[in-house]
T-cell receptor, first 112, second 115 residues
């Protein structure tokens, strides 16, 4: 069974610090990886997508992918209170409809 | 770009009512749309995948006669919850994707409450 695992948290980080969110996946054929942010009572919002090994930066966000270790991470620099949310990691496989398998999410709280 | 509109945002209705939820991609053509359900404090659960002009593919345990999905065009998919009961109360979220490998973009969700 395909699984995506995340530490459920809560993860508390002081404002201005770096928040580090981790995710592992079990299906080795996964080719696409996404991080979504979900505020309470709202739908997920795409933060980052990553397809190749290495780092991908977008503003304060950096996604890291290591396919050999089946590991994906998201770093948030200069954390702001507005970053407080649940972060969902998702992995997609290149077959058929390419469904995404979501992790259960990590709840992040930025402490002012 | 990549805006997905979902309507309605909230539905409160009596048990036995059928409810239709619309999902539209506003600025791109969505070859594939997905329907999810999310219960409080749980992650997204995929219900079904729909491709334009084709029958939806339902996940195991999801009743296709209960949750009717129509993907009539590249910008519109609908989910109809037939004869809804209190246990169907949940947060229903659609997503749309332009092509394989591209991210799924989510609608704002529909909170369904069956009395």
């Amino acid at each position: 069974q395909k699984e995506v695992e995340q530490n459920s948290g809560p993860l508390s980080v002081p404002e201005g610090a770096i928040a580090s969110l981790n995710c592992t996946y079990s299906d080795r054929v996964s080719q696409s990886f996404f991080w979504y942010r979900q505020y309470s009572g709202k739908s997920p919002e795409l933060i980052m997508s990553i397809y190749s090994n290495g780092d991908k930066e977008d503003g304060r966000f950096t996604a890291q992918l290591n396919k050999a270790s089946q590991y994906v991470s998201l770093l948030i620099r200069d954390s702001q209170p507005s970053d407080s949310a649940t972060y969902l990691c998702a992995a997609g496989t290149p077959f058929g409809n390419e469904k995404l398998t979501f992790g259960t999410g990590t709840r992040l709280t930025i402490i002012p | 770009g990549a805006v997905v509109s979902q309507h309605p945002s909230w539905v409160i209705c009596k048990s036995g009512t059928s409810v239709k939820i619309e999902c539209r991609s506003l600025d791109f053509q969505a070859t594939t749309m997905f329907w999810y359900r999310q219960f409080p404090k749980q992650s997204l659960m995929l219900m079904a995948t729909s491709n334009e002009g084709s029958k939806a593919t339902y996940e195991q345990g999801v009743e296709k006669d209960k949750f009717l999905i129509n993907h009539a065009s590249l910008t519109l998919s609908t989910l109809t919850v037939t004869s809804a009961h209190p246990e169907d109360s949940s947060f229903y979220i659609c997503s749309a994707r332009s092509s394989q490998g591209q991210p799924q973009h989510f609608g704002d969700g529909t909170r369904l409450s069956i009395l």
